[in-house]
């Protein structure tokens, strides 16, 4: 009885743990997150979320003064994004930012479609301007369907259409050694698939931005 009751104290209390741990990152301002995610909390935080792109971007966090540097040129890069597709949701995560194209910010996709519309290459403009602005940083973009089809060929087009953005944005003059495309298929859905409205949102690409090893460099030159 004893042993039972001591596993489910410590089960509570991992749950505990990561809950205060998760708010806490979530609670900070963005320099703070630039300051005091370091590399091996990063890392833990990042295989509990499960490698998308918040824990991707955790788990790359720099931490420390540098970090911190990092985190305040983030946050110009991310309200000169907002700014460029007030649709988008734009968030700073660790020293990085996610972005999640979808129905508001015209970067979507029809059923069984990689091509991008008008729309969408408006809004892929907008924010390649962004991108030329502030060349030191890694774009990992990811692609995601919704349920329609076989999950093989989800996982296809959803690297199509993650392709689509990259290749867009290339032409537009983003260099293609910033870029890292993964393809998740139907795997990681936002919304109900059981929905037409919630399938045309999981109909989307996400992209990540974090430091390159410029940006990372230079940051603990100034820091030191």
Request: proline share 1%; charged share 25%.
């Given at each position: ?8 104290i ?6 505990s743990?990561?809950f ?15 300051a005091g ?15 998308n792109?918040?824990?991707?971007l955790?788990?790359a ?6 970090g ?9 890069q ?25 129905e ?6 029809a ?7 008008t ?6 403009d ?34 199509k ?6 290749s ?5 003059g ?25 399938r ?14 410029d940006?990372?460099?230079d ?5 030191n």
């Amino acid at each position: 009885m004893k042993k039972s009751t001591s596993i489910l104290i410590a089960i509570a209390l991992m749950f505990s743990l990561s809950f205060v741990s998760c708010n806490a990152i979530k609670n900070a301002n963005s320099t703070q997150k630039g300051a005091g995610v370091g590399v091996a909390g990063g890392a833990l935080i990042g295989g509990l979320i499960g490698g998308n792109i918040t824990g991707a971007l955790i788990g790359a966090a720099v931490g420390g003064a540098a970090g911190g540097l990092i985190g305040n040129s983030m946050d110009k890069q991310a309200d000169k994004i907002e700014e460029a597709l007030p649709g988008a949701e734009v968030k700073r995560v660790g020293e990085g930012i996610q972005v999640v194209f979808d129905e508001n910010s015209g970067v979507t996709f029809a059923t069984n479609k990689a091509e991008l519309t008008t729309k969408a290459k408006e809004n892929l403009d907008a924010i390649a301007d962004v991108f030329l602005e502030f060349p030191d940083t890694n774009l990992l973009v990811e692609g995601h369907t919704d349920s329609t089809g076989s999950e093989d060929y989800n996982m296809t087009l959803s690297e199509k259409r993650a392709q689509s953005v990259v290749s867009y944005l290339q032409n537009k003059g983003v260099t293609s050694n910033r870029f890292e495309v993964t393809a998740y298929g139907e795997t990681r859905p936002r919304f109900d698939n059981t929905t037409e409205e919630g399938r045309s949102k999981n109909r989307r690409v996400e992209i990540g931005v974090s430091a390159n090893k410029d940006m990372i460099e230079d940051a603990k030159a100034q820091a030191n």
